[in-house]
Structures are given as structure tokens and as C-alpha cells.
């Protein structure tokens, strides 16, 4: 299919494209349809565009010297009207854009992914290379609502492009693939070499970036100063955002420091600590304290247990409830279970001893 489609380019008639720098080509004012599937299965330049996205406004803006520096595609239809679609800040870190007044892209540093645009289209290129001329794919397409209609308009006609897109081979078969109707904006792309549109603007307006003067080059450096200033901005507010939590913090502090100055928090505070007195104490009073003199652990139960009961370290001690009678349990190990069952040697009589300690020897 290669050779045959790059003898049919041949009788597509070239689109030449005016080539504005990035922030002259796109427009505030109209809308632009998003196509989120941009798909060149047969690596020819022709692609498949499809699956409509959002209906996009794009928001420029500028620094007061006129150099442009952000982009948002922001959804101006539908139930997602005003949500961000798209974009970059080429005055944030994480973005880049060079090549005043002929910048063609503005990238994500991170993933190298960058907007191009074109004419009556924007797209979204993925890995753009290091020099700004070449790139991986092409992710979406932003086609400009109504640009068809400022255009003769002539009689639809398939063209040769097109129609080898359209077939697919089934044996000895030739079977047409249904198309859906996207409208004469739509047609009017998907008919061209989108990858020799984008690296022709690409390669040129890298031509004209080598030819800057010194003065044309200056607006590469209000952007590395806005960039800074934007970062030396962004540490400001979170040093004042801190002050601001820290004051609050202080404020809360002092109203809390006034209010336990009061005779009224004084008495809650001295029930409270009463009351988790009274709290300890009635504990205390139910437990009684079992110290193991003995060199090895033992276990203590209650009267008749299988269960296990507590377990008192050698020259440590237990708490056990001063209610009941403990006695020492036997603990053996069968086929990798433990056992434990009580035996008759009693270590302590219940209610005679709360509150104390007693020594098992």
C-alpha cells in the first residue's frame, strides 16, 4: 500500500499554509472541535480523525510586552462547559517556549507532548524533538468551527488519498469501510499529509528562528525573566500563605491561653483531673499485682481453665483481677498447639490482696 499511496500523493493538490507564529494562529474568538482519536495506521502521513471531543475556546495570554505565553482550550458546550481541556504556561517551570517572535510550539518539559498551530487547526504533538523540528504522533486535533465556509466552496469529491483509506482487503475482496460524516471542516484536514503540514511549519519557522536579530531575540529573555519572577512569586505566596497559618495558629493559642486563665476552666480542669483519679484509683483498688520470683515464665489462671491465662515473665509481674482466685497452669505443646490447663497450686485468694502486690516464689 506504501507505493501506491506515495504515487497517488502525487495528484493531491499542496495547501500551502501561512506561517504565523504559534499565538498569531490561534483564535479567542471562535470555537474549535476537538477530535481525541488522530490515527496514522499506515505510517503515511494521512490520518483518521475521530472521536469528537469538547467544543473549545482558547484563552490567550500575553505579557505587556505582547509576547504571548499561555494557552488554555477550555470546554465552552455541553455539561463540561468550563472545564480545562488543554494547554500550557510557557511562564510555568514545567513549560517551555522559545523562538520569539517566530515561537511554533509551546511543549511540556516533562513528557516533551506540545501544541502546534497551523492555520485554522491545533494539534497536539507527542514528543517533539530537542531542535522543535520533528515529533512522534500526532494525539488530537482542534479543527476551528466554520472554517470550511470562509473557504470556496466546491463540489465533494473523493480523492485519491482517500479512496485507498477507504479499502480494505478481505481475501480477493475489496469491502468500504463506513465513514461518519464530521462535517466539510473535518473532510477538508483529513484529506491532507498532516505529518508533512506540521514538520513543513515546523522546519520553516525554524529557519526563521535562526535568523533573528539581536532585537527579535530579546523576547526569549522576558520570558526567562517572567519565568523567574513567576517562581521567586509562587515561594512569596507560600512563605506569606505559611505566616498567614502560623498567625492563625498563634490566635487560636492565645484565645486558649485566656480561656484556661479563667476560674470557670480552672474547675472543669481540676473535676477532670479528679474524676480520672477517681477513675485510676477504682481501677487500681480491682487489680492485684502478681510478681513471678521464680527464673522462668509461668502462666496463672483462674480455677478449672483449659484457657490461657495471663503470662508472667521471670522477675517481672502480671495484673489480674483481684476478684478471683489464680492458680498456676500447666502448659504443654502436642504436635505444635499449645495447651494450657489450670492445676490445683493456688498463688491468690480473691479480695485479699487489691491494690498490692504479691510475690509467687
Known amino acids: 500500500m506504501k507505493n501506491t499511496i506515495v504515487v497517488i500523493a502525487l495528484l493531491v493538490t499542496t495547501i500551502t499554509i501561512a506561517q504565523n507564529n504559534l499565538f498569531s494562529n490561534i483564535s479567542t474568538t471562535d470555537h474549535y472541535q476537538e477530535y481525541k482519536s ?12 475521530a472521536d469528537r471531543g469538547s467544543v473549545v475556546k482558547f484563552k490567550l495570554k500575553h505579557l505587556q510586552t505582547g509576547e504571548g505565553y499561555a494557552i488554555s482550550a477550555i470546554a ?140 527579535q531575540k530579546q523576547s526569549d529573555s522576558r520570558i526567562i525573566k517572567a519565568k523567574e519572577e513567576a517562581v521567586i512569586a509562587k515561594k512569596e505566596a507560600a512563605k506569606e500563605a505559611k505566616a498567614a497559618r502560623d498567625a492563625e495558629w498563634a490566635e487560636a493559642q492565645k484565645h486558649n491561653d485566656s480561656v484556661k486563665g479563667t476560674a470557670k476552666w480552672q474547675e472543669q480542669n481540676r473535676r477532670i483531673k479528679q474524676n480520672e483519679a477517681n477513675y485510676l484509683g477504682a481501677q487500681k483498688a480491682s487489680v492485684v499485682t502478681l510478681r513471678n520470683n521464680s527464673g522462668s515464665s509461668i502462666y496463672v489462671g483462674k480455677s478449672g481453665s ?56
Open 76 to 215: 465552552d458546550q455541553g455539561r463540561n462547559k468550563g472545564d480545562y481541556i488543554n494547554g500550557g504556561n510557557a511562564v510555568d517551570a514545567n513549560y517551555q517556549c522559545v523562538g520569539y517572535p517566530f515561537e511554533s510550539y509551546i511543549k511540556d518539559k516533562s513528557s516533551n507532548n506540545a501544541l502546534v498551530a497551523i492555520g485554522d487547526y491545533v494539534f497536539y504533538i507527542k514528543n517533539i524533538s530537542q531542535d522543535g523540528t520533528s515529533y512522534n504522533a500526532v494525539s488530537r486535533v482542534y479543527i476551528k468551527i466554520g472554517a470550511a465556509s470562509n473557504k470556496p466552496q466546491k463540489k465533494p469529491e473523493i480523492s485519491s488519498m482517500q479512496m485507498v483509506k477507504m479499502f480494505t482487503s478481505r481475501g480477493s475482496d475489496k469491502v468500504a469501510k463506513p465513514e461518519i460524516d464530521f462535517g466539510t471542516e473535518h473532510k477538508a484536514l483529513q484529506s491532507q499529509n498532516l505529518d508533512k503540514m506540521i514538520t513543513d511549519y515546523l522546519v520553516t519557522m525554524k529557519t526563521k528562528q535562526n535568523g533573528r536579530t539581536a532585537t
Open 38 to 49: 488522530v490515527i496514522d495506521a499506515d505510517g503515511d502521513g494521512v490520518y483518521d480523525i
Open 306 to 361: 483449659v484457657n490461657r491465662g495471663i503470662e508472667i515473665p521471670a522477675g517481672g509481674t502480671g495484673g489480674w483481677d483481684c476478684d478471683y482466685d489464680a492458680y498456676i497452669q500447666k502448659h504443654t505443646i502436642k504436635g505444635g498447639s499449645n495447651a494450657y490447663r489450670s492445676t490445683n497450686t493456688k498463688v491468690y485468694s480473691k479480695n485479699s490482696g487489691c491494690g498490692d502486690t504479691v510475690n509467687i516464689n
